[in-house]
């Protein structure tokens, strides 16, 4: 095929969650990829799942785009570096379109991030349960902001071609807008799910035969050539160095190392996050928690994102060599930045939803437990003002970041030894001491243009610090 000379590009967004929009991005991704395009794919909002399955059927890592975690220009960044050698851009929405982190403006929304990006817009609806109906959802959301272009409808959850003549006709009829195709209803694509959404693709779980049926379905039930003249339509932001961006604007040679925890216990951490610290001079080298008996011989620094830590715990409990290795490298003095479930994987101790409590790195006088009596659902943004300085960080800065975990502590740190404190109750979150950071915060490094050069400077051999 002959690749586009100029990068094109749509949102799949949905009328909510669940309308369908993963597992139809995932086989668009996919089917877009058979036919020779090269896909840069996203996943908007604070979500690590979700992207898991873009990236395995692109072929590569899937970005994040986050317009109230994220500066304006920042975002734009993020996306123009990420569809430097693509052919198209597939951006898959969160929750319903113009859903976002509050219900009093468009901040974080899939609708901000279309606009931002210039991107048209194809929804999602599911049309279970309905018919005509869906025309007057259509036609809701196609009017609630005038600014921004929906361009083209698909349907899911249909239950057969009837069906879907039934709401595809009073759709275009009322609305002038294409109906791309209409999914049949099929229960072997449903994905399997857990407390936090989706199960990761690095545990394993996924076959093949998901990726493969949902390409397939995306080919043969959606008109392709009417959405890549869609795409084609975008007007992406025309790449530029941005003021204030969190990447150098010259080259920056290795001059430390930092060793990121990466297997199935920890797999949540954004792909900018790893680019950001070896553009500013990082080497990365990642380690299993749950598989290695030491730490990078040549580490100055470590890392530990989030993931399922719970579901592994008497793995990790049991890699005794490995625990003591990070210990070592604690009292040697080396920094240890953790976020949600490194933080539990740096505690004394995770009680799993079984009850068995499992010793962990003993690190923080912390205990973590997803007992089902007691854990709850702790979500959202959070604007964070750290209390110590830290391997990231200076006190009293001020950053954005978000909470997603089920995990609760047993009793919270004392309040002289919190990380941050989170707006707007002061509430204290995690621990900080000495070289050892850790909380239930995730951050993405490119929300602020000083959090990855601080932590590659404080990770430097001492000798090398200036």
């Known amino acids: 095929m002959t690749h586009a000379t100029s990068l094109a590009g749509v949102v799949i967004a949905g009328t909510a969650s669940g309308t369908g929009k993963t597992t139809i991005t995932t086989g668009l991704i996919g089917a877009l990829r058979d036919r020779g395009f090269r896909v840069a794919p996203f996943k908007v909002g604070p979500d690590y799942i979700d992207p898991s399955y873009h990236a395995r059927s692109a072929g590569h890592p899937c970005s994040n785009l986050d317009s109230w975690l994220l500066p304006h220009n920042a975002l734009r960044e993020v996306f123009t570096r990420a569809t430097r050698d693509a052919d198209i851009a597939v951006v898959e929405g969160v929750m319903g379109l113009y859903d976002g982190r509050s219900n009093e403006g468009e901040a974080g929304s ?59 006709e009073p759709i275009t009829a009322s609305t ?47 008109d392709l050539d009417h959405l890549l003249r869609i795409a084609a339509e975008a007007h992406p932001p025309s790449p530029k160095p941005y003021a204030e961006s969190p990447w150098p604007t010259d080259p920056v040679p290795a001059r430390t190392t930092i060793a990121v925890a990466r297997d199935e216990a920890f797999s949540f951490m954004y792909p900018e ?119 990231h960080i200076t006190l009293g800065e001020t950053v954005r970041g978000h909470e997603f975990h089920w995990s609760t502590l047993d009793a919270p740190a004392e309040p002289a030894r919190a990380a941050y404190t989170l707006a707007p109750d002061a509430r204290p979150d995690g621990y900080a001491s000495g070289n050892i950071w850790a909380s239930y915060l995730h951050l993405h490094f490119a929300s602020a243009s000083s959090l990855a050069p601080c932590f590659v400077e404080t990770v430097m051999p001492l000798r090398a610090r200036s």
């Open 110 to 168: 899939t609708a901000e991030v279309a606009k931002l990006l210039g991107l048209p817009v194809i929804l999602v609806v599911d049309a279970a349960k309905a018919a005509r109906s869906v025309a007057a959802q259509v036609l809701g959301f196609q009017h609630f902001d005038p600014t921004l272009r929906i361009a083209a409808v698909i349907l899911n959850n249909v239950g057969s071609a009837n069906h879907a003549a039934l709401c595809a």
């Open 176 to 222: 002038g807008l294409p109906v791309l195709g209409a999914l049949i209803r099929n229960d072997a694509l449903r994905l399997p799910e857990r407390y936090l959404g989706l199960v990761p693709t690095v545990e394993g779980r996924i076959a093949d035969d998901f990726f493969t049926a949902a390409t397939e379905r995306v080919a043969t039930q959606l």
């Open 273 to 391: 996050n790893i680019d950001l610290l070896e553009a500013h001079g990082a080497e990365i080298i990642p380690f299993s928690p749950l598989r290695d008996t030491a730490l990078p011989a040549h580490a100055r620094g470590v890392y530990i994102g989030g993931g399922f830590p719970e579901l592994y715990a008497e793995g990790l409990a049991a890699n005794a060599q490995l625990l003591a290795s990070l210990r070592d490298a604690a009292a040697r003095g080396l920094p240890i930045y953790a976020e949600c479930g490194g933080l539990m994987y740096l505690a004394e101790t995770l009680t799993a939803e079984d009850g068995r409590s499992h010793a962990m790195a003993g690190l923080l006088p912390l205990r973590s437990s997803m007992s089902t009596t007691q854990r709850r659902l702790t979500l959202g943004y959070r604007v964070a003002t750290a209390q110590h300085n830290g391997p």
